[in-house]
């Protein structure tokens, strides 16, 4: 299985896995690239091919679809690995969360290779992107992102399209800051109630089920009242990434994002204390002694 009709799908992360696996049930050719390699390994079990290279999986393809880590990683696949490797007019899909700048400087440039791309931020975790039930947001131009609607549908359960280059980006971002406050604020909740005699299964399990719960709080709180922070459904790492740049990207346009800035030193505190490849949710186990 390969030539013009595959797609190609670089990075197979817990994102990039999942909705390369919905992509071929759904039936879609498919070429793959991870650099690690083991990664690869169920993908090829489902007929992917594998490519040794992130340049060698996007050679033909019409459409490559891009899950990476962040924009160092962006950048070393789309204008090194790939440079020059693009057929003319192929369309870069791109799911990596990144900086609204970073995403429009980034169309810009590929556009003056001759190839096209657009944002397809995605919103749900891992068993989400497995079973295609993502909200997707996309950016870019609007026959762009229609050039790529039928495999975007595949994987999405709901689309809206934003605007312009860099418009999605700064939704997920504002999304993500919402997620991050949010498991923060129920970490330093559920310490202050078990400091108090609350028993802190009984803690999660009734906040789970209050008027403050929400899918994603009462997911995290499950997190937490196990202690089952791995499989991550969210990196710390990336959590903590993805507030840095909101913050930035604030400071940018003059604005201040004091909450925000805080939840990010938490999360790099949790990374500092060995725990950023743990879900976010690990979070909860941070302590900070009075001084």
């Not at 340049?55 to 696949?77: K, Y």
């Not at 440079?83 to 440039?109: F, H, I, K, M, W």
């Not at 418009?167 to 559920?190: D, M, P, R, T, V």
């Amino acid at each position: 299985m390969s030539g013009e009709n595959e797609l190609a799908f670089i990075g197979l992360g817990g994102m990039g896995a999942g909705m390369a696996l919905c992509l071929r049930e759904a039936g879609f050719p498919l070429v793959v690239h991870n650099r690690t390699a083991a990664k690869t390994v169920p993908l090829a079990e489902a007929g992917a091919r594998v490519a040794a290279s992130a340049g060698d999986a996007g050679r033909d393809a019409s459409i490559v679809l891009l899950s990476l880590s962040d924009e160092a990683a962006v950048e070393q696949v789309l204008f090194g690995e790939l440079s020059g490797r693009l057929r003319p007019g192929a369309l870069v899909v791109d799911t990596s969360t990144v900086s609204p700048a970073y995403s429009a400087d980034a169309s810009e440039r590929l556009a003056g290779t001759g190839a096209r791309r657009i944002e397809a931020c995605v919103i749900g975790n891992p068993p989400m992107a497995r079973a295609g039930q993502l909200r997707i947001f996309t950016a870019g131009r609007p026959e762009d992102v229609d050039g790529a609607r039928e495999v975007l549908e595949a994987l999405a359960q709901d689309m809206v399209h934003v605007g312009p280059a860099g418009s999605a980006c700064g939704l997920k971002l504002s999304f993500n800051l919402l997620l991050g406050n949010q498991i923060a604020a129920l970490a330093e909740a559920a310490q202050l109630a078990v400091s108090a005699g609350v028993d802190r299964d009984l803690f999660f399990t009734t906040i789970a089920k209050s008027g403050f719960s929400s899918p994603a709080l009462a997911f995290r709180a499950e997190l937490m009242r196990t202690r089952r922070y791995e499989p991550p459904a969210f990196r710390s790492t990336l959590m903590e990434k993805d507030l840095r740049l909101a913050v930035a990207g604030a400071a940018a346009h003059d604005l201040e994002l004091p909450v925000t800035a805080g939840v990010a030193e938490r999360f790099g505190a949790a990374i500092r204390a060995g725990d950023g490849d743990k879900d976010a949710a690990s979070i909860a186990e941070l302590r900070t002694p009075v001084r």
